[in-house]
């Protein structure tokens, strides 16, 4: 497979990215996205994600943009222990040629594995290929990669590159319960 992996999917407004419902590259998957059968039924799942999204677009463009409180202060995990998605690539599995990028755009997902994430997809030209999703390549939380946890550098006060925790244990990691209460009293001492 020469170069397959430097294809590029459409690309764009992020947040169209979570709206793709349908392609077979898609981040969200309706048929995941209700285990609980809250909404009764795909096309109300798919209503209720999309409506989600456009609520965080709203408020992160429009709302939110760049700004930061001119006395913020924030941290991120830049852990190679904690791994993140750096980079999201798909990997053909088997040495076949694969589709223009037209065509690659325009696969149909034919079935998928829940436990790997793969995704064997039908292409419009007629060949039919597996792909697989990278693995977590950078250093970050787990969650957020360093690349994003570094994106507040240029509006806070003072960004922390942090390691020693995962995304959900920042808060119960001692060392970040210091630095979140030293920071607490430091806004408070500044704002006097």
Same mark, same amino acid.
């Given at each position: 497979?020469?170069?397959?992996?430097?294809?590029?999917?459409?690309?764009?407004?992020?947040?169209?990215?979570?709206?793709?419902?349908?392609?077979?590259?898609?981040?969200?998957?309706?048929?995941?996205?209700?285990?609980?059968?809250?909404?009764?039924?795909?096309?109300?799942?798919?209503?209720?994600?999309?409506?989600?999204?456009?609520?965080?677009?709203?408020?992160?463009?429009?709302?939110?943009?760049?700004?930061?409180?001119?006395?913020?202060?924030?941290?991120?995990?830049?852990?190679?222990?904690?791994?993140?998605?750096?980079?999201?690539?798909? !990997?053909? @599995?088997?040495?076949?040629?694969?589709?223009?990028?037209?065509?690659?755009? =325009? +696969? %149909?997902?034919?079935? /998928?594995?829940?436990?790997?994430?793969?995704?064997?997809?039908?292409?419009?030209?007629?060949?039919?290929?597996?792909?697989? !999703?990278? @693995?977590?390549?950078?250093?970050?939380?787990?969650?957020?990669?360093?690349? =994003? +946890? %570094?994106?507040?550098? /240029?509006?806070?006060?003072?960004?922390?590159?942090?390691?020693?925790?995962?995304?959900?244990?920042?808060?119960?990691?001692?060392?970040?319960?210091?630095?979140?209460?030293?920071?607490?009293?430091?806004?408070?001492?500044?704002?006097?």
């Amino acid at each position: 497979m020469e170069n397959a992996s430097l294809r590029s999917l459409p690309s764009g407004n992020v947040y169209d990215m979570y709206r793709d419902m349908a392609s077979w590259y898609r981040m969200i998957d309706p048929a995941l996205a209700d285990p609980a059968n809250k909404f009764l039924g795909a096309e109300k799942v798919t209503t209720e994600i999309k409506n989600a999204i456009a609520q965080a677009e709203r408020f992160h463009t429009t709302l939110l943009g760049d700004y930061y409180h001119p006395n913020s202060y924030a941290f991120y995990g830049d852990d190679p222990g904690h791994l993140s998605f750096g980079t999201c690539r798909w !990997h053909a @599995v088997k040495t076949a040629s694969v589709p223009e990028k037209s065509v690659l755009a =325009s +696969g %149909m997902l034919i079935s /998928r594995t829940p436990e790997t994430g793969g995704r064997m997809v039908k292409f419009s030209n007629g060949s039919t290929l597996q792909f697989t !999703h990278s @693995v977590q390549d950078g250093p970050g939380d787990g969650t957020v990669p360093q690349q =994003s +946890g %570094m994106g507040p550098a /240029r509006g806070v006060k003072q960004l922390f590159r942090t390691r020693g925790y995962d995304h959900q244990g920042s808060y119960s990691n001692e060392s970040m319960l210091a630095l979140t209460m030293q920071l607490i009293v430091r806004i408070a001492w500044e704002a006097k």
